[in-house]
């Protein structure tokens, strides 16, 4: 086997003290910005691509750069957990799901195990992504050529169902949480017509003594993905915290010590089931263009509850709920190098942003860059292993200094918070306009929480919104209108149908109960 | 409680007809097409710019109805419920820290992120938080210092500075 020798030879490439250097620096700096809501991957790989050009004028290799960025995107794939689970603040879209559980067995005591549950799940997905990515990268691919538009808004209708059908809140709350993000992520343009949609104008100009002071830009450029998750999870959230707890916040005192981490080591197989799931889903969604790592952790939070006998335990604290998401953000993060550097599509933002850093650098990503440029390929592969290890010993040494935000006295915490939420809308936008959104969001976030309204899922569809509107319609334009393109397609129709079952769950399960109690 | 349910529905329901209405515009360099033309299919079998955000909205309001129903039968907590939607001291912390950080946002608008936020967690710290003005005084200055060096000097993210901009500049010469 020709894959093995090249592998150890990346590996060996990797470890050299350079490119170890690289590795160590850029999983602490993506650690960092990981953890810090309103930075993900996609920040600090963008922000950092240009003094990669000062890498590759030092080391005199293409690797090394790329090798550098890579190790960012893993570590702000760990990091995302952390803020999810000390703060109750995702870092990133990717670690939404993260905060389900995590934030609850945090506010249980437990917040060392939650850590230790998500860094181990972590290593477990992206080893197991790094070795299908090594084995299976062609015929995978070639699966994921199979995915068109009907196959990827299946998966993306799977996603909403599977909120609905099985998230255990209030369903038409759920429904109109779900709807209410869809439309959301579609102020702005319409990208296929180009024509402006849901601009409502400037809201200013109701109050024009604010037009010299305050200046807006509008909905022109759409409402980002940030500044809703921010708004809700980081100025609604705090105030709802505030308010629910009368202020006497108890943080967790959090027993740190090498024992209790061990602990938590050990109980890990309990987690084993999500763990499974996440790293196969998470690699699968991961490898699909425009899906990437999002949808991964979201799909296989849901699938791994879907599968549990015990589903009322999920959003109170369980380590599957935990490991689930992780293994598959790390898992789809893996997974989306794989169309960039095969068919030179990105699977993801951040592999877009490493895809541009490619041809910068000289490079031609596609089908011929295994066999034309190993020299670059084996070595990036090799790091993947390398950052991977290098990524879950920083994080598991680092857990005593993530939970010393826990133990913080809340009327420190809670505006430090404020604080990093406002400036982290803006760091990730340069838009004031968006950091008042923030702040409107967070507001409204709040008054739905006190009356049940899930927010979750309108997070989740603002996010999917770009992805699952143009696939229907460009979907649509194939078929000439007809709905049945969804179900006609081999690889489509039963994701579809799997996603109808979920969609009509609820009323089964009414009509089922009706029933019985009528028997009765 | 429960009459904030029905009201929220109410509201909930009142915007996604606004939102619909709003989904059927045309574009405005096109005035001959009429509003709701964009929301079905083109005779190419395309969904026009309006379908998409039409027919969501049209589920959210269906939804609020549907809430409205369960008010009507007191199936959901919250139309269950005789506690109030907010009390004394959650309208109190909701006007004190919303208001603040509205505020806040103002300040940084006016005399920039770093000012904004030495007064904010002062506001914050001393006053809601009853912490000691060393205390106070140590994390507030503390902190857009590390947010300067963090952002504007290793990130490159430059900060809004309102009208305490040139303040900064023998910053800016020193360490970009």
């Known amino acids: ?520 | 409680m429960r009459r904030a349910e029905l009201v929220t529905a109410i509201v909930l329901a009142m915007f996604s007809m606004y939102l619909m209405w709003k989904s059927g515009e045309g574009p405005s360099w096109d005035p001959d097409i009429a509003r709701f033309d964009n929301i079905g299919f083109d005779e190419t079998g395309t969904p026009g710019s309006g379908f998409w955000p039409f027919w969501l909205s049209l589920a959210m309001l269906l939804s609020c109805f549907w809430v409205m129903f369960n008010w009507w039968r007191r199936t959901s907590p919250p139309s269950q419920s005789d506690l109030p939607y907010m009390d004394g001291y959650s309208w109190k912390m909701m006007l004190l820290v919303g208001g603040g950080l509205f505020a806040f946002l103002g300040v940084v608008e006016w005399l920039g992120f770093y000012v904004g936020i030495f007064l904010f967690l002062v506001y914050y710290l001393k006053f809601l938080g009853k912490h000691s003005w060393v205390k106070t005084l140590i994390i507030s200055l503390c902190t857009p210092v590390f947010c300067f060096f963090f952002f504007d000097v290793a990130m490159r993210i430059v900060l809004p500075k309102g009208i305490t901009e040139p303040f900064f500049l023998p910053l800016y010469d020193i360490f970009l």
């Open chain 1, 1 to 520: 086997m020709e894959v093995l020798p090249s592998l150890l030879d990346g590996i060996f490439q990797a470890l050299q003290p350079v490119n170890l250097g690289l590795c160590v620096l850029g999983v602490i700096i993506g650690l960092f910005v990981g953890a810090m809501p309103g930075l993900g991957s996609v920040n600090g790989v963008a922000i950092l691509l240009p003094f990669t050009f000062v890498i590759q004028e030092l080391t005199g290799s293409v690797s090394s750069p790329m090798i550098f960025l890579a190790a960012i995107y893993y570590g702000a794939m760990y990091g995302g957990a952390i803020s999810s689970i000390t703060l109750g603040i995702p870092g990133a879209s990717t670690a939404v799901a993260t905060t389900f559980d995590g934030r609850p067995l945090a506010l249980q005591g437990h917040a060392e195990r939650a850590l230790v549950t998500a860094a181990i799940a972590s290593f477990v997905g992206a080893t197991v992504a790094n070795i299908l990515f090594t084995l299976f990268a062609p015929p995978l691919a070639g699966v994921a050529l199979k995915f068109g538009n009907p196959e990827i808004f299946a998966l993306m209708l799977l996603a909403f169902s599977t909120f609905i059908g099985l998230g255990g809140d209030d369903i038409p709350k759920t429904i109109i949480s779900i709807a209410l993000g869809l439309v959301l992520a579609t102020v702005g343009f319409d990208i296929i017509t180009g024509e402006p949609r849901l601009q409502f104008g400037d809201p200013l100009d109701f109050f024009p003594a604010t037009k010299d002071l305050i200046d807006t830009t509008g909905f022109s450029h759409g409402i980002r993905f940030l500044v809703l998750a921010i708004g809700v999870y980081g100025i609604g959230e705090m105030i709802w915290t505030i308010n629910s707890t009368r202020g006497e916040v108890h943080m967790t005192e959090a027993n740190v010590n090498f024992k209790s981490v061990w602990a938590a080591i050990k109980a890990f197989p309990k987690a084993a089931k999500g763990t499974f799931i996440g790293s196969f889903l998470g690699f699968f969604v991961g490898i699909l263009p425009a899906a990437g790592a999002t949808p991964g952790s979201l799909m296989s939070y849901g699938v791994t509850k879907m599968l549990s006998k015990d589903k009322d335990s999920y959003g109170k604290g369980n380590v599957n709920g935990i490991a689930a998401p992780e293994a598959a953000n790390n898992s789809a993060s893996t997974g989306a190098m794989l169309p960039m550097m095969t068919l030179g599509i990105p699977g993801s933002p951040t592999t877009a942003v490493l895809l541009a850093g490619m041809v910068i650098w000289g490079l031609q990503p596609g089908p011929l860059l295994f066999s034309e440029q190993p020299e670059f390929v084996w070595p990036l592969i090799g790091s993947f292993y390398v950052s991977n290890v290098v990524a879950v010993l920083v994080n598991l040494a680092f857990i005593p200094v993530f939970l010393w935000m826990l133990r913080m006295p809340f009327t420190i915490l809670a505006p430090m918070i404020f604080v990093l939420s406002v400036i982290g809308t803006y760091a990730a936008y340069q838009n004031m306009f968006d950091v008042w959104l923030m702040l409107l969001f967070g507001m409204g976030a709040y008054l739905l929480r006190i009356l049940d309204y899930p927010l979750a899922p309108a997070v989740l569809a603002i996010v999917l919104g770009p992805i699952a509107e143009p696939t229907l319609r460009q979907s649509l334009l194939l078929s000439d209108g007809e709905f049945s393109i969804f179900i006609n397609r081999p690889i489509a129709g039963p994701i579809t149908i799997i996603a109808l079952i979920l969609l009509f769950l609820p009323v089964a399960k009414f009509a089922w109960d009706k029933t019985r109690r009528q028997a009765a």
